[in-house]
């Protein structure tokens, strides 16, 4: 079932833009619990131009058994609400902390609040589908619109009218129950784990060697990715294995040699090997290494985390899964998660 639902995603991505983000609204909930059951390696981003992102999109193909896109793409946006006398019909409870109305000034009647879908311009929307098209076909990837909820504030413009302000909705609350957070940290990576050395509570950082190819197209890429599956999915394993259990792990550095690396090592033979076909060679396709550094964070805001790094660009891994209830603050009482970070890219 919920491969026809991707697949179909996908087609209308490509074919029939405009049905797009009111067909993912229709299977959100189904699509949202797959990703959220899915058993492996998951990074989410935003994608907003690939040519920008080419080689954030290429280690994550290595890394990550499944990755989410948020088509947010550049300029135009596309905003898809509810019909006015049904504005509930996209979801089941809104969640919006006390600090955040406050601070926008915002009103609390539920009419003043209206969810809705956001999405790139539907020429993007085609160029993503295109360029992505391999992997997306191998749900691997999915090409997915980002939440917002738009509500009237109390402050009015000069004309009298009253502004409107859009909230985002934590990426990781589940389809029918929307948690409005505060966007914190907008950079490209988040500077607060360069500061953790010193922290007592923070474990040493680990190193991890992550090779993958550049100057190659995505769809070409997931093409040597799946003839060699076997010796990535043992990389991809290990290091869920790594992330699953990295409480009761007491040398992480062990499990990273013994296990770790060896596959990587395997992985960059691999990846050599291709760099040097002649048809590789005459396009430029190099063997790179991603420097990657882990983070088991324990004292840290999560949202802040989450967002700071996976909301322009990042990658990310948790840990566990979120638990949702109806107020944010029980995300502060959530399990470690942990954060991955490219440091450099090495050729």
Known sequence: MINTTLKQLQNLAER????????????????????????????????????????????????????????????????TTPKPEKPQSFIKTLTIPNDILAKYKLLKSPSDFIPGFVSCSFDQLRDFSIGLRKPISHNRIVLRPDRIVLTLTEEKAPDGARIWQALEVDKDSPANQWIVSEKTAQTDSIPVIDNLTDNNNQRDLQTIMVPYLSMISINDLEKVIEDNYDCISNFRSHIKELVIN???????????????????????????????????????????????SMAALTTLGINAAIYGFLGTGGLGLISSESKFKEDLSNLEDNPMFLLWKIKQLKK
């Open 246 to 292: 990295h409480n009761s792990i007491k040398n992480l550095n062990e499990i990273n040699n013994d296990l770790i690396k060896p596959e990587v090592e395997k992985i960059n033979r691999k990846f050599k090997h291709v760099s040097n076909m002649h048809r590789m060679r005459v396009t430029g396709v190099t063997a790179v290494t991603a420097v990657v």
């Open 16 to 79: 029939d833009q405009k049905s797009f983000v009111p067909f993912y609204i229709d299977n959100s909930e189904s699509i949202c619990d797959w990703i959220k059951s899915y058993d492996g390696v998951k990074t989410q981003m935003n994608l907003y131009k690939i040519r920008n992102q080419i080689d954030l999109l290429r280690f994550s193909l290595v890394f990550s058994d499944l990755i989410t896109l948020y088509t947010i793409g550049e300029g135009e946006k596309k905003i």
